[in-house]
């Protein structure tokens, strides 16, 4: 027989719980999304580089020749976000159940690929469907699927941190105002918030530059990493 998983200690909270250190790190995470998808589809020519369903979506589109959507950028996006999902894969099976060694490591890869979109952006006149553009696309989507594997070994309830359809499902679904119990409403009421948040900034900051949008989500990146270690050292938990 399998063994019955203790509960945590008294006082340690649980990782649905919004003061749980890796709940709040997937929330701004969450954020960072909105920046990010911000930053590639307002500012390189309409294709996502953390919403993989968006893009297959506007390949789709593209191939259709409608509206003028890209197919080379949702493409380049596609294929560096699944290397990147491979390589966070690959980095689960070689860290295995470190679970705090394990998102430390991601969220350092991440931060280095967003900040690498963000020097590139500094230093290079970067353009939608050039050359230029798709560096950008593809350094941004390559982190997002490194996370995006490493979250889906996580599994916390709602908090994939770059989709939010099923969020949005279990909101209504569970709502007392359909006769459910609520449970679960305020975390997932913050993930859509967090990145509704994000997203706005994003499309604020870019009528300034693209490079300080990719900054701040480097920035937030980092702040994540910063945060779960610190708060995850204090408490002790995973």
Known sequence: MSAIPSPPPAGVPVVASLRHPLTRALLLLT??????????YLGLGHVFSANMTGNIVLL??????????PVVAPIVSLLAFLV??????RLSRVIGSERR??????LAAEAILVLAAAIWAAVVNVRAGAFS???VIALLALGMGVRNATVRGFAVPDLTTTVLTMTLTGLAADSPLFGGTGAGSVRRIAAVAAMLVGALVGGLL????????????????????AGYVALAG???AD
């Open 133 to 135: 553009g798709d560096v």
């Open 234 to 236: 204090r408490s002790g």
């Open 101 to 106: 060694r394990h998102l430390r490591v991601a």
């Open 84 to 89: 990147g999902a491979g390589a966070g894969g």
């Open 31 to 40: 954020a960072t999304t909105g920046l990010i998808d911000a930053a590639s």
């Open 206 to 225: 870019l009528k300034t530059s693209l490079t300080l949008v990719l900054a701040v989500a480097a920035v937030l990146a980092v702040a994540a990493l």
């Open 60 to 69: 789709g589109f593209g191939l259709a020749g409608a509206g003028g959507l």
